[in-house]
């Protein structure tokens, strides 16, 4: 979320941190049902909007604090079945979905692999590299892999074996309209 604001040097991540930390921990989660606000303190956080709008309830605590650990107690259970609900939701979808990926001798790939950049934080840098020309399956879900254009430097390795969770089909671009 936070590689969306930053600026291409990657310098200004301490000034947009706390404006994303804050949209994450309001948000409505989809799979809980409650943002992560919520189910720390049970109770909506109070904005700029309304303290400016005057809209901030001021009784809305509860009235002892054995109602409100209850009431805490009762969202964190509601969420936690929420995302059993939501796991078993989605594994539904993924098992309809999914196929086993296998890739022949010749084909061209891209590999997950951080790039890492001196000045630049890795984890905002291009997931995937490339791209690679597989060589040959060396088991079932390992494969031989070579770049498509040599390395300039000749310590880094020619050849590298992958596992296929790290490797996507590179797909070439027309230049035709």
Known sequence: MIAAYIQPDHKNWDVVLPFVTFAYNTAIQRTTGYSPFYLVYGRSPTTFLDVSFFTCQVNSSPSSSEEYVSRLAQCRQRARINTEARQEDRKLVYDESHRDVSFQPGDEVLLLTPVRTPGLC?????RFIGPYTVLEETSPVNYRVTPL????DRRYRTTEVVHVSR???FMRRSLSP
């Open 167 to 169: 490797m996507k089909p």
């Open 149 to 152: 254009v040599a390395p300039a």
């Open 122 to 126: 890795d984890k905002f840098q291009p």
